[in-house]
């Protein structure tokens, strides 16, 4: 399977800033996604990361927060914007080939903290 | 969303014991897959099972599939202190073109 690689893996950022995490895949891969995981909670789908155009983005998810960048077929850039401790949650990009019964694998995500 | 239940939230056994824990989910799939997190690390997949298979297994692990209750079951048998840790069930519905809708997962404590 790939070698996913994400940038940070922590990180504890003032409130009103932004920070933007990095996911290097070691292969080229059809697919990216980029996932929120809040405090005790369990995964949900921000958006498909599309190279060279606009991210899909999920109800509740919109691209001004969260912008996100896909120059190439393996890396991909989100961007948590104007962070409140809302915000404070695991980060994490996924990586998979679009057709039938193909698993996601994913990165050790970012675990961001919003004082 | 198709978002799935699982239950039980939390689970404790001892050593040498069989775990199970069950997902259930809202729409028609293409596939359902599992997922183990160790100390809100990365996700590290565990098996997929396709919507036309009804059992799989790998390893320590069997997986169960019922399209007609929109359920799936995991069992670790011979549980050891290092499967502690949370499994999710994702399900995929959109031939891996779409993200995965994942449960709620159930936090699972072997003690020693």
């Known amino acids: 399977s790939a070698v996913i690689s994400q940038k940070p893996s922590r990180d504890i950022c003032q409130r009103g800033t932004s920070l933007t995490i990095q996911c290097q895949v070691d292969?080229?891969?059809?697919?990216m996604f980029w996932y929120r995981q809040q405090p005790g909670q369990s995964l949900t789908l921000i958006a498909t990361a599309n190279q060279g155009s606009e991210a899909t983005y999920e109800s509740g998810f919109v691209i001004d927060k969260f912008p996100i960048s896909r120059p190439n077929l393996t890396f991909s850039t989100l961007t948590v914007s104007n962070m409140s401790p809302e915000d404070s949650s695991i980060y994490l990009c996924s990586v998979g080939v679009a057709g039938r019964d193909q698993p996601q694998h994913f990165g050790d995500g970012t675990r961001l903290s919003i004082l | 969303s198709q978002q799935g239940e699982e239950d039980p939230q939390a689970l404790s056994i001892q050593e040498g014991e069989n775990a199970t824990m069950n997902c259930s989910y809202k729409?028609?799939?293409?596939?359902l897959q599992w997922y183990r997190q160790n100390s809100g690390r990365g996700l590290v997949h565990l098996i997929l099972i396709r919507s036309n298979e009804r059992e799989k297994h790998s390893g320590r692990l069997r997986v169960t599939l019922d399209t007609s209750k929109k359920s799936s079951s995991l069992l670790i048998t011979a549980s050891r202190a290092a499967d502690t840790a949370s499994y999710f069930c994702a399900t995929d519905g959109g031939g891996g073109a779409d993200g995965l809708t994942f449960g709620k997962g159930t936090h699972l404590i072997i003690q020693p």
């Open positions: 292969s080229q891969v059809t697919m």
């Open positions: 729409t028609s799939i293409n596939n």
